[in-house]
C-alpha cells in the first residue's frame, strides 16, 4: 500500500471513529436526560474514550505505549516516559517503524521468553538447528552486542548472513520481498540461536543429549551407537569432529602407514577384492588368502579348497574373488565355486561345479546372495532358512556373460544384472529373464548398480557413430533416464554405488576421469588422470581416487581440480577401495604364469607377481617412512619367507 491509499485509508477511519462518537454522544445526552447517570457509567466512558483516543493516535502515526512490566518497578516510571506518545501539536507524526525501532532498543527483556512450553516440544523445535546454532544457544551471556547501521529512509526488506558477513535489502530495489508476517526459514534459525544467548532455559534446552545424539546420528558418526552408550554426546562429536578433520587432512598430505600385503610364493597374483578393510586375493597355485588390515598384528590364513587334485602345484587358477561382510567366495578356472563363511572357518561351506569356465562371478555386499555366469547360464546361489544353499534362480542368456552385478536392497527375491555383448539383461528371481537395454553393434564396456538404478558404458560401432557412452537405467521403470558422454574411447570402469547422490564416476580408455552429474546429464568435471587408460575409479564427497593401466594410483580433489599425490607400481591396478581412514589398492600383472620359480633369484620373480598395498591413514606418520610389516612383527612369530633378508638383530628368522 503506497503512502497516498494509506492516508486515504485514516481520513475515511477518522470520519467513521468521528460520526461514531457523535452518535453516541448524542445517545448518551438523551439517556441522561431520561435517568440519572450511574458512577461506573463515566468510568466506563472514560475507558472506551481513552481506546478512541489510542486507536486515532495509531491512525496518526503514534505507537503505543508498552505496558509496564510488573516486578521491575525501579524502571516503570522511566519505561513510561520514554515510551509517551510524543505531542502531535509541536512536532510532526513519528513513522511507524521508526517508534517501532526505538521500543525495541528501549527494551531490557525479550517477552517471549516468558512463554512456558513443554520440554517435548521444545526439543521438537530445538532439532531443526545444526550443531552450529545449538552451540550459540548453549553459550553464557557475555560479550558485545551492536546494532547494524540502516540506510535511511527504508525498510528492512530482507537478511541474509554467512561466516559473519550480513547482507540486507530494501523492498524499494528488490520486486519479492519477505512478508512482514513471517520471516525467512535460516533468517529465523539465526535469530533463534541468537537471542537463545541470554536465556538460561534455552541454554539448558540446546545441551539436551537427544539433540547432540540425533546430530551424530545425522552427520554419519557412531551409527550403530544408542543413546545410552555414551554420557556426553556433544563432547563425542567434538571428537568425532577432530579425527575428520585430522583423516582429512592425512589424505591431502599422505600422512598415514602403508604396508604391503604379504604374497604366496611361487605364485602370480589372480584378482583381488576387498570390504571394510578385510581384503581377499587369489592366486595361481589355486590359494585364497584373507587379510584383516584393521589389524596390524592379523594372521592372514588360507581358505581351503578341499580339491581333489592331491599335488599341490597342479591346482587350478583362481578366476574371481569376492568378499563381505560374512562370506568369501572364490572360483576357479575348472568350474568350481568354493563357499566360505569368515565367522566359522577356512573351510568351505557349500561347493558348486560348472560344466564350463565361469565367466563372471557376483556376492551381495548386505546379503548371503551369489551370482555365477558359465556359458550361457546365470545361476543364483543363496541359503535357506535352515542354512542349506541351493539354486534360487537359474537363466538362460543368448551370449556369453561378460559383467555380472547384483542389485542391494531388493527384499525376498535377489535381483541381478548381465551384460552379453549389446545385450543387457534384467534377472529376478522368480521370474524370466528380460532384455532391459539392446542396440545392435553396441557392447557394454562396464557396468555398476545402486538400489534403484543402473549404470553401464557402451561402445559406439558401425556406419552411424554417436560416440561412447555412459547410460543410466531405472530398475523400476525400467526405461533409460540418462545418456552421460559422448568419448572417443572406450569406458573401462563406473562406479555409481559408492558416489555421493546425483553424482557418478566413470574412466576411460581416453586417459580421463569424468564426474557425471545426473541432475543435468552434464560432465561436472573431466580430469587428465593417466598415461595408458583409467581400469578403476571411486570417489566420495571430496576426492577421487583412480587407477590406471600404467600402474599409477592418484589422488584427486574434484573440489579444487588439483591432484592431491600419486604413487606407482609395475603392473595395472585393477582394485581400489577406501573409506574415511583407508586405503586398498591392488596391482594384478597381465601375465599370470611365473617366469622364474626359482628362490635364488628373487628380484626376477617379485617384478612379476602383483601387489596388494594397504594404508591407514588414521596414523600420524609420513606414508613413505612406515615401518615394514616385517619389522612390526613380534619376537615370538614363527618363522616364515624370509624376503631374502639376512637379519642378525633383534632375531635371525623372520
Known amino acids: ?137 548453549a553459550q553464557n551471556r557475555k560479550g558485545a552486542v551492536s546494532e547494524l547501521e540502516h540506510v535511511p529512509d527504508a525498510v528492512l526488506c530482507d537478511v541474509r548472513s554467512h561466516d559473519g558477513v550480513v547482507i540486507a535489502g530494501d523492498p524499494r530495489l528488490c520486486p519479492q520481498c519477505w512478508d512482514y508476517g513471517g520471516a525467512p526459514p ?106 584383516d588390515t584393521r589389524t596390524w598384528d592379523y594372521v592372514a590364513p588360507f581358505l581351503e579348497s578341499e580339491s581333489e587334485e592331491e599335488e599341490p602345484g597342479m591346482q587350478p587358477y583362481v578366476s574371481f574373488v569376492r568378499i563381505n561382510s560374512s562370506l568369501a567366495v572364490a572360483a576357479y578356472e575348472d568350474g568350481i565355486l568354493n563357499i566360505w563363511d569368515l565367522r566359522t572357518g577356512k573351510f568351505p561351506i557349500h561347493r558348486f561345479e560348472h560344466d564350463a569356465r565361469i565367466q563372471a562371478l557376483a556376492l551381495s555386499r548386505e546379503q548371503a546372495t551369489v551370482a555365477t555366469a558359465s556359458a550361457f547360464d546365470v545361476v543364483m546361489l543363496y541359503p535357506n532358512e535352515e542354512g542349506y544353499w541351493h539354486v534360487a534362480a537359474e537363466f538362460e542368456v543368448q551370449k556369453l556373460v561378460d559383467y555380472l552385478e547384483i542389485v542391494p536392497d531388493t527384499g525376498r527375491y535377489p535381483v541381478a544384472i548381465a551384460t552379453a555383448g549389446d545385450l543387457v539383461y534384467l534377472l529376478k528371481a522368480e521370474d524370466s529373464a528380460r532384455t532391459l537395454h539392446y542396440v545392435y553393434g553396441q557392447p557394454a564396456t562396464c557396468l555398476d548398480v545402486s538400489a534403484s538404478q543402473v549404470a553401464f558404458g557402451v561402445k559406439s560401432l558401425g556406419w552411424v557413430y554417436e560416440g561412447n557412452k555412459i547410460l543410466v537405467y531405472s530398475l523400476e521403470a525400467e526405461r533409460c533416464l540418462s545418456k552421460l558422454g559422448n568419448a572417443l574411447g572406450d569406458f573401462t570402469c563406473v562406479n555409481l554405488r559408492d558416489s555421493p547422490p546425483h553424482l557418478m564416476v566413470s574412466g576411460n580408455m581416453d586417459r580421463r576421469v569424468r564426474l557425471h552429474d545426473l541432475r543435468s546429464d552434464k560432465i561436472a568435471l573431466s580430469l587428465s588422470a593417466h598415461q595408458l587408460g583409467v581400469s578403476a575409479v571411486q570417489m566420495d564427497d571430496w576426492k577421487i581416487v583412480s587407477g590406471g593401466e600404467e600402474g599409477l594410483v592418484s589422488v584427486w580433489d574434484y573440489r579444487m581440480n588439483q591432484k592431491l599425490w600419486e604413487v606407482h607400481s609395475r603392473h595395472p591396478v585393477r582394485h581400489v577401495s577406501f573409506n574415511s581412514h583407508s586405503l586398498i589398492t591392488a596391482n594384478v600383472p597381465y601375465e599370470k604364469v611365473v617366469r622364474n620359480s626359482d628362490m635364488d633369484n628373487f628380484a626376477c620373480h617379485r617384478r612379476h607377481r602383483g601387489l596388494i598395498h594397504a594404508y591407514e591413514f588414521a596414523v600420524d606418520q609420513l606414508a613413505f617412512q612406515s615401518s615394514l610389516p616385517v619389522c612390526r612383527s613380534p619376537c615370538d612369530t614363527m618363522a616364515g619367507y624370509s624376503y631374502d633378508l639376512a637379519l642378525s638383530f633383534p632375531y635371525d628368522s623372520v
Open 1 to 137: 500500500m503506497d503512502d497516498h491509499g494509506l492516508e486515504e485509508f485514516r481520513r475515511r477511519w477518522q470520519e467513521e471513529l468521528a460520526q461514531s462518537q457523535a452518535l453516541r454522544r448524542r445517545r448518551r445526552l438523551e439517556a441522561g436526560e431520561r435517568r440519572p447517570r450511574r458512577p461506573e457509567a463515566g468510568a466506563r466512558g472514560e475507558q472506551a474514550s481513552g481506546y478512541l483516543a489510542l486507536a486515532q493516535g495509531l491512525l496518526e502515526g503514534a505507537g503505543r505505549p508498552p505496558a509496564p512490566r510488573p516486578g521491575r518497578a525501579d524502571r516503570r516510571d522511566a519505561s513510561s516516559r520514554s515510551r509517551s506518545p510524543p505531542d502531535r501539536d509541536a512536532e510532526e507524526p513519528e513513522p511507524l517503524v521508526d517508534q517501532l525501532i526505538r521500543d525495541l532498543n528501549e527494551m531490557d527483556d525479550v517477552p517471549f521468553f516468558d512463554v512456558q512450553l513443554p520440554y517435548e516440544l521444545a526439543i521438537n523445535i530445538f532439532q531443526y538447528l545444526n550443531r552450529r546454532e545449538l552451540g550459540r544457544c
Open 186 to 291: 535460516d533468517l529465523a534459525l539465526v535469530i533463534l540461536s541468537t537471542v537463545a544467548q541470554v536465556s538460561k532455559t534455552w541454554k539448558v534446552i540446546s545441551e539436551d543429549e537427544v539433540l547432540w545424539y540425533r546430530l551424530c546420528q545425522q552427520e554419519g558418526h557412531l551409527p550403530r551407537s544408542s543413546i545410552s552408550d555414551y554420557s556426553c554426546w556433544k563432547l563425542i562429536l567434538q571428537e568425532c569432529l577432530a579425527k575428520e578433520h585430522m583423516l582429512r587432512t592425512n589424505w591431502k598430505n599422505r600422512k598415514g602407514a602403508v604396508s604391503e600385503l604379504e604374497h604366496v610364493p611361487d605364485a602370480v597374483l589372480c584378482d583381488v577384492r576387498s570390504h571394510d578393510g578385510v581384503v581377499i586375493a587369489g592366486y595361481t597355485s589355486g590359494d585364497v588368502r584373507v587379510w
